[in-house]
């Protein structure tokens, strides 16, 4: 009986195993390059299909080349996507429905997307979670940040980010000067970001 039981056990490990590999293998992988090093990223394509989309859309226009982490809180996330390292903001003019209710949630390491007010508001700005931040889930009072990805590799490159020293600064959009805040000192900059598969 307990041959039996050990069978069954192994069994049920490599399903899961194997459901985990499947998953991994429907979903895009992309690497985000940046002048801290490299974080590597599997966009869930199955529970954020339109953010994957709009954001993939990006990547593959090269929109993220040498943009900067513009607004990094340590202890919290660390955000970009949306400036130059002039601090100019760059248009998109894709925007994206919230998909803050697929019940994924803004766990330590998640991507997720940055927007105003508006929850269909999201364009090209994204931010990682540095912790655990239940308060920006769904809830059936207020709509959430989609989370749409995790890193995989480079959470140390992640925590190493947060811990910089920031302030505050002006940027440019186009309808004028914008102050913003958390801005790092040093520019942290985003290279590029690319797909690693599919």
């Known amino acids: 009986?307990?041959?039996?039981?050990?069978?069954?056990?192994?069994?049920?490990?490599?399903?899961?195993?194997?459901?985990?590999?499947?998953?991994?293998?429907?979903?895009?992988?992309?690497?985000?390059?940046?002048?801290?090093?490299?974080?590597?990223?599997?966009?869930?394509?199955?529970?954020?299909?339109?953010?994957?989309?709009?954001?993939?859309?990006?990547?593959?226009?090269?929109?993220?080349?040498?943009?900067?982490?513009?607004?990094?809180?340590?202890?919290?996330?660390v955000q970009g996507g949306g400036f130059d390292v002039d601090l100019k903001q760059k248009k998109t003019e894709r925007k994206v429905i919230n998909e803050s209710k697929n019940r994924v949630h803004n766990d330590r390491g998640t991507l997720a997307m940055a927007r105003t007010s508006d929850p269909d508001s999201a364009g090209s700005q994204f931010f990682i979670n540095q912790r655990n931040n239940p308060r920006l889930d769904w809830t059936p009072f207020k709509p959430g940040y989609t989370v749409f990805g995790e890193v995989i590799t480079g959470m140390r490159i992640v925590d190493f980010m947060a811990s910089t020293p920031t302030g505050n600064a002006v940027g440019m959009t186009d309808k004028g000067q914008m102050p913003l805040q958390n801005v790092p000192l040093d520019p942290i900059v985003l290279l590029r970001v690319t797909r690693v598969s599919p």
Not at 11 to 26: D, F, K, N, R
Not at 47 to 59: D, G, I, M, Y
């Open 1 to 77: 009986m307990t041959t039996l039981n050990t069978l069954v056990k192994h069994c049920l490990s490599l399903t899961l195993i194997l459901l985990s590999s499947s998953v991994l293998a429907e979903n895009p992988i992309v690497k985000l390059e940046t002048s801290e090093g490299d974080i590597t990223v599997v966009l869930f394509a199955d529970k954020s299909p339109k953010t994957v989309e709009n954001f993939l859309a990006h990547v593959d226009e090269g929109f993220y080349a040498n943009t900067i982490f513009h607004r990094i809180i340590d202890n919290f996330m």
